[in-house]
């Protein structure tokens, strides 16, 4: 059908510009972002493409939704602005007969979004998440650069050393200065080795010697050794310390429905029902009065897609503490929107009059019914 072809052509066309510009935007801002972190030590600079590529995948649900309601707002703006509309609705097509075409078009990208914000955003805040943690708990052998004077990570200690296996594992010209209480040791050797007992650490020190300073009493004791084992990391499992209802898995969260748990539900499921309505309230809201100017229309438009994002976000909140149910946030938000949609639509597919209305119709004597 020429009308549906048509309608779908131009949403296409408009769709994949403005997701082609909307994520060269958030990759540019993500780049900015982690780049920022690297240099602040809490990204490991050698991964910071990882880490921008996980975040955009975190991103792309609300990408995705702005990008089909920019789609919509704009194809059918253009159509009122160059009288396209004045045709369809002179051949026949009421505002009504453009859901059927928008959601033909729309109905891949829509599961999508559900698909992106049901397990593509847990995994990649996980991605991240175990990115960082790694990266922060590194040990303190692992920190230093070659060359380098570097702190530990409790600022007790500061190494230099010269790396000299790709796995840096072992170095050469090992120097450590340490202060444990009233003690400073200064420690130095030829050559030292990674070593792991257990969940311990150890640097295994050759050929070396080794000050101590009793910082109180200004006593001092110099110590030669052929090897020494110094203690660097107690623990090297990975913590999982600060994971929270945004890392976990939609199972996890049906299967564990804490008020937590049910307000980052909320969201995720938030987030493709509001891609729906969002592409109703577009056509409803998609209408250009040249009396009235052409930016009057999109600021409306724009509104109603921040207000709406920012009620998820409040939501979540609000079940979140326990402050509103999940059911009856998801009904009065979700269900309301969706019936100020088809009511909005319905008042303009009948040009503002209701079919009910036109039975209670009557002419005034002495005018044109």
Do not use: C
Request: aromatic content about 12%; charged content about 15%.
């Amino acid at each position: 059908m020429l009308f549906h072809s048509s309608l779908r052509k131009d949403l296409g066309r408009n769709f994949w510009s403005s997701l082609v510009v909307l994520v060269s935007i958030l990759i540019t801002i993500t780049l900015i972002r982690t780049l920022g972190q690297a240099s602040r030590g809490r990204v490991n600079p050698s991964e910071v493409l990882q880490v921008m590529g996980f975040s955009v995948v975190s991103q792309l649900t609300t990408i995705m939704a702005l990008s089909l309601f920019i789609a919509v707002v704009a194809t059918l703006s253009r159509m009122y602005s160059d009288s396209e509309m004045v045709i369809w609705f002179s051949s026949g097509q009421g505002l009504g007969q453009f859901v059927r075409p928008l959601f033909g078009f729309a109905w891949p990208f829509l599961l999508v979004v559900f698909f992106l914000a049901l397990l593509a955003w847990p995994w990649s805040n996980q991605q991240i998440h175990e990115l960082t943690q790694r990266f922060e708990k590194r040990n303190d052998f692992e920190r230093i650069a070659p060359g380098q004077f570097q702190e530990s990570a409790g600022g007790q200690r500061v190494f230099f050393i010269d790396k000299d296996s790709p796995d840096n594992r072992i170095g050469r010209h090992v120097f450590i200065s340490s202060i444990d209480g009233h003690m400073e040791s200064v420690t130095t050797a030829q050559s030292g080795r990674i070593d792991i007992v257990g969940n311990d650490r150890f640097l295994l020190l050759d050929k070396g010697q080794q000050w101590l300073t009793n910082r109180e009493s200004g006593e001092t004791r110099l110590t030669q050794f052929e090897h020494y084992e110094l203690l660097i990391d107690d623990d090297v499992k990975l913590s999982l310390t600060g994971l929270s209802a945004r890392h976990a898995s939609t199972w996890q969260l049906l299967q564990s429905p804490t008020p937590e748990h049910l307000g980052e539900l909320s969201w995720r499921l938030g987030l493709g029902l509001a891609s729906v309505n969002l592409m109703l309230m577009a056509l409803a809201v998609s209408t250009v009065n040249p009396r009235a100017g052409r930016s009057y229309h999109l600021a409306l438009a724009l509104f109603m897609f921040v207000a709406y994002f920012n009620m998820l976000n409040v939501g979540q909140s609000w079940v979140g503490s326990g402050r509103v149910g999940f059911a009856p946030f998801m009904l009065m938000l979700h269900g309301g929107f969706f019936l100020l949609a088809w009511a909005w639509l319905a008042v303009r597919h009948f040009n503002g009059v209701w079919p009910m209305l036109r039975v209670f119709s009557f002419s005034v004597p002495g005018r044109a019914p």
